[in-house]
């Protein structure tokens, strides 16, 4: 028979005045590091619906649904929770991860566990698209938009595309078409179109 050794026995006589090593939860609530990846959050405030967390995504946790109805258009990005890595790139890569509050954050909470997966979902509220004016293509949100033309400054007027879709939310498009009707030598370039559509407008036409 083996008898245990000195270090041993020590190590049992402290573990049964201490109690375990181990943490109390969950009777009791863990405090999550500062920089814990528990669950991804949208924002509805943050969020402009840029899907750059889409494209990022290793898991393909993350989509987006737009839908076109009557001439309206709206976009919604959705997070499944059960497919998540937790790795933290659609965080780290959000387009607008310096704004106060983020599109997409990562929350300290950790416990997700569940029976119904339709359940474990993270989504945001609808975002409204910006159609081309030419062939109906869907060029982005009307939130990614207004985002890009702060951050340019007075450089957004440089980009039709930018400058109308800013006059549209403030109402005075109409003003500016008519205006470049009679005044400017090519008129149908002042126009919210997308990438193929600007290209025929500008070098085909």
Not at 58 to 80: C, Q, S, W, Y
Request: proline share 5%; aromatic share 6%; with cysteine.
């Amino acid at each position: 028979m083996r008898y245990p050794k000195l270090r041993e026995l020590k190590e049992a006589v402290i573990a049964l005045i201490k109690g375990p090593y181990t943490e109390a939860y969950p009777r009791k609530p863990i405090q999550s590091p500062k920089r814990f990846r528990g669950k991804p959050e949208y924002s509805d405030e943050g969020c402009i619906g840029c899907t750059a967390c889409a494209l990022v995504c290793p898991a393909r946790a993350i989509e987006f649904r737009d839908t076109v109805e009557n001439g309206k258009a709206t976009r919604k990005m959705i997070l499944h929770l059960d497919e998540c890595h937790y790795c933290g790139q659609c965080s780290a890569l959000c387009t607008t991860r310096e704004d106060t509050p983020p599109g997409i954050r990562h929350t300290a909470e950790f416990d997700l566990a569940g029976f119904d997966r339709a359940s474990m979902v993270s989504a945001t509220e609808e975002k409204e698209l910006v159609l081309c004016e030419i062939c109906g293509d869907i060029i982005t949100t009307k939130a990614h938009l207004a985002w890009i033309a702060k951050k340019l400054g007075s450089l957004a007027f440089s980009n039709p595309t930018l400058f109308m879709s800013s006059l549209k939310g403030m109402g005075f498009a109409e003003n500016v078409l008519q205006a470049a009707k009679d005044y400017v030598l090519r008129p149908d370039r002042i126009k919210i179109l997308c990438s193929k559509c600007r290209r025929k407008a500008t070098i085909e036409r």
